[in-house]
T-cell receptor, first 110, second 113 residues
Framework: QKEVEQNSGPLSVPEGAIASLNCTYS??????FFWYRQYSGKSPELIMS????GDKEDGRFTAQLNKASQYVSLLIRDSQPSDSATYLC??????????FGDGTTLTVKP | DADVTQTPRNRITKTGKRIMLECSQT?????MYWYRQDPGLGLRLIYY???????NKGEISDGYSVSRQAQAKFSLSLESAIPNQTALYFC????????????FGQGTRLTVV
């Protein structure tokens, strides 16, 4: 079992819809969780971090964390074509190292 | 200018050649990392360094070596390149301690023919 599992993609949503990206993890020690966005051929960039159970909102993005269920999600409201990218879920750092999921590719269709 | 700079950005090399990828940072971070990304496989850790004298293997270190020349510089070498090392390589940094995110360089696309 991988340490970080993301829902298999690709995920396609129409413009204006809510995109839901999910991630489960196996390491109960993890205290910090991150969502990165990566455009094709570009480097990952942080869009959300979450450390406590519950929801954290930043503009159109909401991260949700449930440590008991070992589950973290990212909701993108009012999805735009510019949101089309691969989203990486990451745990870390544990002993200084982050662990990344394989990513979910999102396509927002105009 | 980027805080984490990788050179070269693109490289094509032949099987058996030695190649070095370089990374420099102006963020003042102690920790530096080299990742490899293949399509659909996310980021896999090759090597990481917590300071100049502390270098550690990651999950896929075979066929690679690194050098931490200074706090700001961390280079990755492929001693004898092989085609399955064709990938996108990223350098990243993070500050010492705390639960903070990684900051990535622009990436190096390496093709081994």
């Amino acid at each position: 079992q991988k340490e970080v599992e993301q829902n298999s993609g690709p995920l396609s949503v129409p413009e204006g819809a809510i995109a839901s990206l999910n991630c489960t993890y196996s390491d109960r020690v993890s205290q910090s969780f991150f969502w990165y966005r990566q455009y094709s051929g570009k480097s990952p960039e942080l869009i959300m971090s979450i450390y406590s159970n519950g929801d954290k909102e930043d503009g159109r993005f909401t991260a949700q964390l449930n440590k008991a269920s070992q589950y973290v999600s990212l909701l993108i409201r009012d999805s735009q074509p510019s949101d089309s990218a691969t989203y990486l879920c990451a745990l870390g750092p544990n002993a200084g190292k982050s662990t990344f999921g394989d990513g979910t590719t999102l396509t927002v269709k105009p | 200018d980027a805080d984490v700079t990788q050179t070269p950005r693109n490289r094509i090399t032949k099987t058996g050649k030695r190649i070095m990828l370089e990374c420099s940072q102006t963020k003042g971070h102690d920790r530096m990392y080299w990742y490899r990304q293949d399509p659909g496989l996310g980021l896999r850790l090759i090597y990481y360094s917590f300071d100049v004298k502390d270098i550690n293997k990651g999950e896929i270190s075979d066929g690679y070596s690194v050098s931490r020349q200074a706090q700001a510089k961390f280079s990755l070498s492929l001693e004898s390149a092989i085609p399955n090392q064709t990938a996108l390589y990223f350098c990243a940094t993070s500050p010492r301690g705390g639960d903070t995110e990684a900051f990535f360089g622009q990436g190096t696309r390496l093709t081994v023919v």
